[in-house]
Nanobody
Framework: QVQLVESGGELVQAGGSLRLSCVASGRTFRSSAMAWFRQAPGKEREFVAAVTWTTYYADSVKGRFTISRDNAKNTVWLQMNTLKPEDTAVYYC?????????????????WGQGTQVTVSS
């Protein structure tokens, strides 16, 4: 059974940093796209970043967030710097069965339970 488990979300002040982790188990995602999405209250789930052989970012986080992966550890991280109150959301890790990165949630096959990130002003 495939599981994605996120961790690292917490309350942080604006301008601060957090590092989210996502550990996959049940299969390897070495050749698959992995991504982070987020969902704020009352809003739709939105793409944040994805990693294949390269990286992709939403415009709203470009230059502040960095996605990385370690295939040997079946782990993907999201380093978030210069956090803003509008970054407040539940952050979800996602994995695809395919190597292509997509910005829409329906292209991903596996999801974690989410981790709450709250940025205070």
């Amino acid at each position: 059974q495939v599981q994605l488990v996120e961790s690292g979300g917490e309350l942080v002040q604006a301008g601060g940093s957090l590092r989210l982790s996502c550990v996959a188990s049940g299969r390897t995602f070495r050749s698959s796209a992995m991504a982070w999405f987020r969902q704020a209250p009352g809003k739709e789930r939105e793409f944040v970043a994805a990693v294949t052989w390269t990286t992709y970012y939403a415009d709203s986080v470009k230059g502040r967030f960095t996605i990385s992966r370690d295939n040997a550890k079946n782990t993907v991280w999201l380093q978030m710097n210069t956090l803003k109150p509008e970054d407040t959301a539940v952050y979800y890790c996602a994995a695809s069965n395919y190597p292509s990165a997509y910005v829409t949630a329906d292209k991903y096959d596996y999801w974690g339970q989410g981790t709450q990130v709250t940025v205070s002003s």
